[in-house]
């Protein structure tokens, strides 16, 4: 389509019970931009953040339960998701209780293994100190106490004291309990309580027991067997709830977006109001499903853009949705990253497309790099690759214009910089087609090559056509720009630049004139009279543009201005239009140029293969080494280049000529992004 599609402004009033149903059809269909108008009254601020806040506490409680089960997050809701039913909330407390029993056993096993283990670094340490035992438990970090306690008691310690002691069981119903030293009061006071029975260590014995050692040891490997049968009980639960799970958080996730969209409603105790934009195609269809899916308990309102306040008044833009086939759509990327198009004026999207594929094919031309850039295209729209799943907007134009650059690798004659191989068949084609009425028409003669980019003896004339036509290429890609600019101007009612400007019709008919002088030129004709009014009249429009239009449309100037700056700013806007028409299309001789440079480039890494696999097989093998080097440097380096030489003629010779606001890229409102 040469214009952005149609919109049309929807306004639906929905009952509070029916919100969720709409806004997840609504979602699900992708179909409206929500207006920036809508806005929550203070009336129901607190139920709707009662209702938020519950939501993400769920979401939130979810996510942590599959973080600990090693699970990958999902980041929007999946295909077939839902929101959350009772069933569903039932179903996340149940394995969410399940997890956190876990989670809790894990941590409480954990702890009592540091403590063990730090008990028996510092008990190691005094194990052969010639000192007392009962001097022991006085230093540094450790406070020792050996004795008897009942088995409830042991529990009722744990239990108490947490993670500030360690109760190791040694035999005959002795335990030894350990702390640090800032915790031998806790310790005590809680070992009194329990009734524990100390038992006295020989004044005389020196460092720590060798049985109370054999204690920690025996209890951290207790420990041990206890968190590897938590790492098999969590690979269970990863198996068994794993699916559900997620299944569940993308549920939640859609109900945390359902609920910031019901956050910007306008609404009341019963009814919600939402407005935006969606492509006037769908209108009929859409405004039928709404009324299906709430048994007719919805109100649609469908407004063209100029009953729209809003847009009247400057407020608000209506968004740009454009509709192209595979090819053009794939470009569509490149015309964002510049600026939307405004919406009513043309879209350029479509020769965008056919003129970076051609400027590029012609500048990186060869069969063999042009079959990686198409491999590594096709690499990228499969998505099997990680790495290469994040350039998905690369693949199709990476696809076609490795396509094209195969095509004029067989033009020049170029296999990953070999010049030589396509030379047989290439003469076998132009001999055949010379003896047919076809060859004779178009004057062809047998070749190795159809294009002799290379200046070699009889190609240097074909070298200057190919120059001439790059710069062609730059003739009718400015003149396309400056047909969009004046289209664009008369649809936005802009009279004055559309007729007096140098983008407008009278620099497009000097701009035009000038090429067809210079075209009757080289053609061998000559100068006429009638040639300098038809390049003074368009100049002089362009001087006198803001005088003429208000000696035509009968308006008063709005600033006061003298003569003199008049004649300055007339001055002016005649040199910039002398010098942006030159500028813009000697610009395209870098066509040329990088197509030229591409060839030298092949050239020279055949010659240096060439010359160092002359003499040895080892020689022979480096030569292979530097023919793959220097293709992987054209293909990466030049291929880089190349699509940024181009990406410049579109945005600087082409958009400048017509580009003169940008509007509203259409963001329809999703669950999943695309």
């Not at 004795?147 to 002691?165: C, E, F, H, I, M």
């Not at 067809?516 to 002089?540: E, N, T």
Request: glycine share 8%; with cysteine.
């Amino acid at each position: 389509m040469i214009r952005p599609r149609k919109m049309k402004h929807i306004e639906l009033t929905v009952l509070e019970k029916d919100a969720d149903t709409v806004i997840e059809f609504l979602g699900r269909r992708g179909l409206i931009q929500f207006s920036p108008v809508q806005k929550t009254l203070p009336l129901e601020e607190n139920q709707l953040e009662a209702e938020f806040k519950f939501i993400e506490e769920k979401l939130e409680r979810l996510k942590s339960s599959a973080l600990y089960l090693g699970l990958e997050l999902p980041t929007e809701p999946y295909e077939s998701t839902r929101l959350p039913t009772q069933e569903d909330e039932r179903d996340m407390d149940d394995i969410c209780v399940r997890v956190t029993r876990l989670k809790e056993r894990e941590y409480e096993e954990t702890g009592e293994m540091q403590k063990l283990e730090d008990a028996q670094n510092e008990s190691k340490a005094f194990a052969n100190l010639n000192a007392p035992f009962s001097e022991l438990d006085q230093l540094s970090y450790l406070t020792l106490r050996v004795g008897r306690l009942d088995p409830k008691g042991v529990d009722a310690v744990r239990r108490n004291l947490t993670d500030r002691a360690a109760i190791i069981p040694l035999d005959d119903g002795r335990v030894l309990v350990a702390s640090s030293r800032k915790g031998r009061f806790a310790l005590d006071s809680e070992l009194k309580k329990q009734n524990f029975s100390s038992i006295a260590i020989p004044k005389d014995y020196k460092g720590i027991p060798a049985d109370l050692l054999a204690g920690l040891e025996a209890r951290q490997k207790s420990i041990e067997a206890e968190l590897q049968e938590i790492v098999v009980e969590k690979k269970r639960m990863q198996i068994t709830y794993g699916f559900r799970l997620l299944s569940l958080i993308a549920s939640y996730i859609m109900a945390d977006i359902t609920g910031q969209i019901k956050a910007k409603l306008v609404s009341t105790k019963n009814v919600c109001f939402l407005y935006g934009w969606i492509p006037a195609d769908c209108a009929t269809n859409l405004t039928a499903e709404l009324l299906r899916i709430t048994n007719g308990r919805i109100g649609v309102r469908v407004l063209d853009p100029n009953e729209v306040e809003s847009v009247r008044n400057g407020a608000e833009k209506v968004p740009t949705a454009l509709s192209h086939g595979k090819f053009a759509s794939s470009f569509e990327p490149l015309v964002f990253s510049y600026g939307a198009p405004l919406y009513g004026s043309i879209d350029p999207t479509f020769f965008v497309a056919i003129f970076f594929t051609l400027l590029f094919g012609i500048m990186f031309g060869d069969v063999g790099q042009g079959c990686v850039l198409l491999l590594l295209g096709l690499l990228i729209k499969r998505r099997k690759i990680k790495f290469l799943a994040s350039f998905k907007s690369f693949g199709d134009p990476l696809v076609y214009v490795g396509i094209f650059s195969m095509f004029m690798g067989l033009l020049y004659g170029g296999v990953f910089s070999n010049e030589t191989f396509l030379e047989a068949p290439t003469r076998a084609l132009t001999g055949f087609l010379a003896d047919t009425d076809f060859g004779r028409l178009l004057n062809i003669h047998e070749t190795g090559k159809i294009l002799h980019l290379m200046p070699e003896k009889g190609s240097i004339d074909k070298l200057f056509y190919f120059f001439g036509f790059t710069l062609s290429l730059g003739v009718i890609l400015n003149s396309v720009g400056l047909i969009f600019n004046i289209a664009n101007q008369f649809s936005t009612k802009n009279y004055e630049s559309a007729l007096f400007s140098k983008t407008g019709l009278a620099g497009t008919l000097f701009f035009w004139w000038i090429i067809g002088i210079a075209v009757r030129m080289i053609a061998g004709g000559r100068l006429y009279w009638f040639d300098i009014p038809c390049i003074a009249v368009p100049l002089l429009c362009i001087f006198f543009g803001p005088l003429l239009w208000r000696f035509l449309s009968g308006e008063k100037s709005k600033k006061k201005e003298g003569l003199l700056v008049f004649i300055m700013e007339g001055i002016v806007e005649i040199l910039e239009t002398l010098s942006s028409y030159i500028s813009n299309s000697v610009s395209f001789l870098r066509v040329g140029a990088f197509a030229l440079s591409h060839t030298v480039l092949s050239f020279i890494t055949f010659t240096m293969a060439e010359l160092v696999g002359r003499d040895s097989l080892f020689g022979s093998m480096f030569s292979v080494v530097i023919v793959i080097f220097g293709n992987l440097i054209i293909i990466v380096l030049e291929g880089m280049i190349v699509a940024i030489q181009v990406t410049r003629l579109q945005y600087y010779e082409f958009f400048s000529k017509f580009w003169t606001k940008s509007g509203v890229k259409f963001a329809p409102f999703r669950f999943r992004k695309e």
